[in-house]
């Protein structure tokens, strides 16, 4: 990872790159969290609702790597926990959703699902772009890397479920998209954690060590 962004001055310019970054991919979310989550509803969508649950993380994600960019590695390696633990929460409520779809069984909206997954590819594909060139500076910025590819790879997922919605006229491809979704959120939860875990060791070796300065006898 880049060595210039473990300077921890506020004036570093790699991490008012970063925050140059990271307010516009929270931008995009946010916005994104608001239309997808309503489209998921009115289409019944479990897929695309998993879609904008993602979103909502990462809007999450992004002002949480803010709030570290200039902070040192230990800081930024405990944020990327709790970004593991958002996307391993963000799978959770997708497997709640799919258990709701099985028992109240319902075909989706594959319009809704095809123009609502279009417009999030590319306001994900736009984040994807804009992280590139930091996705090696540091661990803060390598996990939000990571969470803005599982957006790309959630769009295009669903919008294979909604071709398949359209051929079959059924409600099954859309709950085998939402569970692999589900799997790909895992997997990268894992991947994320483990990352996290790794530099906050590196972190712990590389403060100096604490030590006391004991009187070596009493006053008399």
């Known amino acids: 990872m880049g060595s210039c962004c473990h300077d921890e001055s506020a004036f570093n310019p790699c991490s008012a790159r970063q925050r140059r970054t990271l307010w516009l991919t929270l931008g995009i979310n946010a916005l994104m969290f ?6 998921a509803w009115y289409g019944r969508s479990t897929a695309l609702l998993a879609d904008s649950l993602d979103n909502l993380g990462d809007a999450l994600t992004y002002g949480l790597s803010l709030y570290v960019v200039s902070r ?3 800081a930024k390696a405990r944020v ?7 996307i391993l929460a963000a ?12 028992f109240h069984p319902g075909v989706p909206l594959f319009e809704v699902m095809g123009v609502f997954s279009l417009l999030g590819l590319a306001a994900n594909g736009a ?4 992280l590139w060139q930091h996705r090696e500076e540091d661990i803060n910025m390598s996990s939000v890397w990571a969470c803005s590819r599982n957006d790309v790879a959630g769009n295009v997922a669903v919008l294979v479920a909604a071709a398949l919605v359209w ?3 059924a409600a099954w491809p859309d709950v085998v998209v939402a569970s692999g979704l589900v799997l790909l959120l895992l ?3 894992v991947r994320v954690l483990s990352a996290a875990l790794a530099e906050l060791r590196v972190a712990a070796k590389a403060s100096p060590a604490q030590t006391t300065d004991l009187p070596t006898s009493l006053p008399g």
Do not use: N, P
């Open 127 to 130: 984040c994807l772009w804009l």
């Open 72 to 74: 040192d590695r230990a």
């Open 80 to 86: 990327a926990l709790f970004k593991g633990g958002l």
């Open 34 to 39: 608001g239309v997808m989550v309503g489209a």
């Open 167 to 169: 051929l079959t006229a």
């Open 187 to 189: 997997v990268s939860s």
């Open 91 to 102: 799978a959770a409520g997708v497997v709640v959703q799919i258990v709701h779809r099985l």
